[in-house]
C-alpha cells in the first residue's frame, strides 16, 4: 500500500499505523497462509447494511498469482449466502481496483484520494427441477 499512498503523496507512517490500529478487529480478521508461510491477511467486518472488506494485504511476490482472487471468491461466497452486500475502500489508481471489479464490486462513491465501493449479494438459483424418470413398473 505504501507505493499507492507515496503516488499521491499521502504517505505518513504513523498515520499507516494508527489507521489500522483504529480499525482492527481480530475477530473478523483472517490470517492468509500459502504453503504455512504468511501471506496476508483480510478482514471482512459485519454491519448493519451488510459487511466491509477491511486491510486486504498480500506478499507483493504473491500478488498477480491469483491468490487474491481464490480469497475474496471465498469470502463472497459466505456473503452471497448470508444475502449480504459487501462495502469497501480501495485508493485512486490502486491495482486492486480491478480484482474489486472482476467479482462485481462497483463504484459507488469517491474522492481525490479513496474509491469507495459496493457489491450487492449474489442469489443463486436453485437448479431447476428435473422431471421425474418414468417408472418402467408403470
Given amino acids: 500500500m505504501r507505493p499507492d499512498l507515496e503516488r499521491l503523496g499521502r504517505y505518513d507512517a504513523h498515520r499507516v499505523r494508527q489507521r489500522f490500529r483504529d480499525g482492527f478487529s481480530p475477530g473478523h480478521t483472517s490470517v492468509i497462509t500459502v504453503a504455512g508461510a504468511f501471506a496476508g491477511s483480510v478482514a471482512l467486518r459485519p454491519r448493519d447494511d451488510g459487511h466491509w472488506l477491511e ?28 444475502g449480504d452486500v459487501v462495502r469497501l475502500n480501495v485508493l485512486q489508481g490502486s491495482p486492486a ?20 465501493m459496493l457489491r450487492p449479494a449474489l442469489t443463486r438459483r436453485p437448479p431447476a427441477p428435473q422431471p421425474a424418470a418414468p417408472d418402467p413398473w408403470g
Fill in 55 to 82: 486491510h486486504f494485504y498480500l506478499a507483493p511476490a504473491l500478488q498477480g498469482r491469483g491468490l487474491g482472487s481464490a480469497v475474496l471468491a471465498t469470502l463472497l461466497s459466505r456473503t452471497d449466502t448470508s
Fill in 97 to 116: 481496483r480491478h480484482l474489486y471489479e472482476r467479482h462485481g464490486f462497483r463504484v459507488e462513491t469517491q474522492d481525490a484520494i479513496d474509491v469507495f
